[in-house]
């Protein structure tokens, strides 16, 4: 069973950026894919990007490539998305997760508990 935590949130003015972190425990790191989602108030979660075991395969929602970049450290057991050019649109709850397989298969089985980005000036 993994655990994961959330960090790297918070206020920022448009056009900066952040990194988000998550932190995962457990043994398992390596042999899974793990994803960023988001949610608005009042909306429904969407996907931000994925990343595979390997690094090799990313994907990212179109309102956010060439903006988001997702990445992972299997030393450090941590999954981060930078996130460029900020806009107020991408004010949302963001939330790590850890997939059933090595590849992004859209289905996640972990969350963390989320972390806070604000957009506005």
């Known amino acids: 069973q993994l655990q994961l935590v959330d960090s790297g949130g918070g206020l920022v003015q448009p056009g900066e950026s952040l990194r988000l972190s998550c932190s995962v425990f457990?043994?398992?790191?390596?042999?899974?894919?793990f994803g960023w989602s988001r949610q608005a108030p009042g909306k429904a979660r969407e996907g931000v990007s994925c990343?595979?075991?390997?690094?090799?395969?990313?994907s990212a929602a179109d309102s956010m490539k060439g903006r988001f970049t997702i990445s992972r450290d299997n030393a450090k057991n941590t999954v981060y998305l930078q996130m460029n050019n900020l806009k107020p649109e991408d004010t949302a709850v963001y939330y790590c997760a850890a997939g059933h397989y090595w590849y992004c298969s859209g289905q996640y089985r972990s969350w963390g508990q989320g972390t806070q980005v604000t957009v506005s000036s």
């Open positions: 457990g043994n398992t790191f390596k042999n899974y894919a």
């Open positions: 990343i595979s075991t390997d690094g090799q395969n990313t």
